[in-house]
C-alpha cells in the first residue's frame, strides 16, 4: 500500500488530463523560480545603484563631469543614472539653442525625464504579472486536476462490487496532488509578488521625487 500510494507512482498512474495538470503546474513553477532569482537579483542592485548614485549626485559634484563620467562608462544606464542623463542630456540640448525660452527648456526637460521614469517602472515590472498570473490561477488549475481525477475515480468504482479504502485511496490520493502542486506554484508565486511589487513601487517613487528634485535644480540654473 505505501509504493503504491509513493509520490511518484500516483504521479504515473494517474490520468493524461491529470498528468497534463501536474506538467503544466511543475513548468509554472519551474518558470516562478527562475523570475524570482531573476528579479531579486534585479531589485538588489537597482537599490544599490541608486544609494549610490543619490551619494554622488547629493555630494556636490559638478554636474557637467558627473554627466560625462556617465557618458564615459560606456554601459548601458539604468535607474536614476538613465533618468539624470536623459534630463541633463535634453536641458543642455535646449539650452544651446540660445533662443528657446526658459520655460520651454524646463517643460522639455521635464518631459524627458518622465519619459525615462515610465521606462524605468516597466523594467521594475517586468515578468510580475506572470508571477500574479500563476498566483492566482494555479490553485484553480491544480483544483480542476483535482476534480477530474476524482471524477475518474467514481466512475471507477462503479465498475466494481464493493468499494473498499484501497480501491478510493489510490484515486483520490492521484487527484490531490495536483491541488498540492497547485499550491506549491502558488505560495511562492504570490510571496515574490507582493515583495516585488512593493519594492518595484518604492524604487518607482524614489525615481520621481529625483526627477522632480532635480527639475528644481535644473530650473534655478536657467533662470539664475
Do not use: C
Amino acid at each position: 500500500m505505501e509504493e503504491q500510494l509513493s509520490i511518484w507512482s500516483l504521479v504515473a498512474n494517474a490520468s493524461f488530463i491529470v498528468q497534463l495538470v501536474m506538467l503544466l503546474l511543475f513548468a509554472a513553477s519551474v518558470i516562478s523560480w527562475m523570475i524570482i532569482f531573476q528579479r531579486g537579483a534585479i531589485f538588489k542592485k537597482a537599490k544599490q545603484a541608486q544609494l549610490a548614485f543619490e551619494e554622488r549626485f547629493w555630494s556636490g559634484m559638478d554636474l557637467n563631469q558627473l554627466y560625462k563620467e556617465l557618458n564615459d562608462t560606456g554601459e548601458p544606464l539604468r535607474g536614476l543614472e538613465n533618468i539624470f542623463k536623459a534630463g541633463f542630456n535634453e536641458f543642455t540640448r535646449l539650452r544651446q539653442q540660445g533662443s528657446v525660452d526658459p520655460d520651454a527648456i524646463m517643460v522639455g526637460t521635464q518631459r524627458a525625464m518622465r519619459v525615462a521614469v515610465s521606462r524605468e517602472s516597466e523594467y521594475l515590472d517586468a515578468n510580475l504579472p506572470f508571477l500574479a498570473t500563476v498566483g492566482s490561477t494555479s490553485p484553480y488549475v491544480g483544483l480542476f486536476g483535482t476534480v477530474w481525477g476524482i471524477m475518474n475515480s467514481f466512475r471507477g468504482l462503479a465498475q466494481v462490487q464493493q468499494a473498499t479504502l484501497a480501491t478510493v485511496a489510490p484515486g483520490i490520493s492521484e487527484a490531490l496532488v495536483a491541488t498540492a502542486m497547485g499550491l506549491f506554484a502558488a505560495i511562492p508565486a504570490v510571496i515574490a509578488y507582493n515583495r516585488y511589487a512593493t519594492q518595484a513601487d518604492s524604487l518607482a517613487g524614489a525615481y520621481e521625487t529625483f526627477a522632480d528634485e532635480f527639475s528644481s535644480i535644473l530650473h534655478r540654473t536657467v533662470h539664475s
